[in-house]
Every structure is written in C-alpha cells, then in structure tokens.
T-cell receptor
Framework: DGGITQSPKYLFRKEGQNVTLSCEQN?????MYWYRQDPGQGLRLIYY???????QKGDIAEGYSVSREKKESFPLTVTSAQKNPTAFYLC????????????FGEGSRLTVL | AQSVTQLDSQVPVFEEAPVELRCNYS??????LFWYVQYPNQGLQLLLK??????LVKGINGFEAEFNKSQTSFHLRKPSVHISDTAEYFC???????????FGQGTRLTINP
C-alpha cells in the first residue's frame, strides 16, 4: 500500500535536546512538507521541498531544520532553539504539477518536559 | 496574500441532524479548494475537492460542498450526521499556479446522541 509513514508516533524529550522526526513516502511524490499543528491554530507550514537536495522555509521555520537526501525521505529536526516545541507534527506529500492535493502521514506528537 | 477563514471553531449537533461548516477564502484569482477531516491523534484525510466544473462537489462519508465564486465560499454540508462524524474539519485553498496550500483554523464538529 502506498502512503506516508511518520515515526515515532509519540516522543518525549527534555528541554534543550534536539529531536528528529522521520517521514518516509512511497507514493513517488516530488514534493514533501512539514506542518505544525497547535489547538485552535490550524496547520502552519514549517518547511517544504520540491526536489532532492533543495528545500524552502515555510511560515514558522525558526528553530527547525530539514534535509532531503532522498526523494522518499524528509526528516525534521526540532532544535533546542525552538522556543515552544510541544506540538503535533504532520508530514505530507504531493505531486509537483498537480492541483496541490496533499497526502498526510499519521502525525508525531512531541512533548517537551 | 490568500487566507482562509472557518467561521466556527466549534459546532455541536445532535445525531441525525443536518450540519453546515462554513469556509470563506480571500483570493481574486482562480483557486482549488479542499476539505480535509482529522480524527483524534491522526493525520488528515481528504473529504472532497473542487478543481473546476460543477460547483456542487460530493465527497466521502455523505459530505458535499458548494463552491460560490461571488461569495468566495466553500461550505461543507451533510444532511444527517452520525456519531462517527465527530472530528476536526479543515478547509484549504491553493491558488492555481502556486505551490502551497493554505489551511483554515479548523472546525471541531461534535455529535451528541
């Protein structure tokens, strides 16, 4: 079955630690995205990538970093510089020349203690 | 810049009653419109989309939405809801030719027995 796999589903970390969230897709999509979701704020775009070895900042990129070494993979690192990292993180993908429809993973919930 | 407004943050409804979730967007150019549903602690699933053609769009689980260009709206409706429809619903817009999808803040639909 084609889809997007995010791991881990739940993650607890202490303040000051960097954490990396995994996102893998086997849909052969060129574009991949990371969103952050907080209650009552909808989805906010952190980073996106349209091609391997290239990515762009979204609306709230500060305190986050990404890499795109393979088409299938787009990991997100939440660094210690992110002031309020506790949130639900969603990875998505899409074809590059389509209508913009996004396909989402199941999400990763990060709690910083 | 384009924006999406979901007019109600929460909508409580009794089971088997009809429901309408409202979505307005701001854009002077052609857009693609989407409704997604999110069940607790899960990713987003596409309910329906408007790309072109008929302004009444039918989706999964008995939902439908109507595109109204003059009012820049894309309201979601269901004639009779079930307990299983309890979820958060997101409206999203993409300007034709742009890469990013812009999301509304979400509407939490609660179905009471």
């Amino acid at each position: 079955d084609g889809g997007i796999t995010q791991s881990p589903k739940y993650l607890f970390r202490k303040e000051g630690q960097n954490v990396t969230l995994s996102c893998e897709q086997n849909l052969n999509h060129d574009a991949m995205y990371w969103y952050r979701q907080d209650p009552g704020q909808g989805l906010r775009l952190i980073y996106y990538s349209q091609i391997v070895n290239d990515f762009q900042k979204g609306d709230i990129a500060e305190g986050y970093s990404v890499s795109r070494e393979k088409k299938e993979s787009f990991p997100l690192t939440v660094t210690s510089a992110q002031k309020n990292p506790t949130a639900f993180y969603l990875c998505a993908s899409s074809i590059l020349t389509g209508n913009g429809e996004l396909f989402f993973g199941e999400g990763s919930r990060l709690t910083v203690l | 810049a384009q924006s999406v407004t979901q007019l109600d943050s929460q909508v409580p409804v009794f089971e088997e009653a009809p429901v309408e979730l409202r979505c307005n967007y701001s854009s002077s150019v052609s857009v693609y419109l989407f409704w997604y549903v999110q069940y607790p602690n899960q990713g987003l699933q596409l309910l329906l989309k408007y790309l072109s053609g008929s302004t009444l769009v039918k989706g999964i689980n008995g939902f439908e939405a109507e595109f109204n260009k003059s009012q820049t709206s894309f309201h979601l409706r269901k004639p009779s809801v079930h307990i299983s429809d309890t979820a958060e619903y997101f409206c999203a817009v993409r300007i034709q030719g742009a890469q990013k999808l812009v999301f509304g803040q979400g509407t939490r639909l609660t179905i009471n027995p």
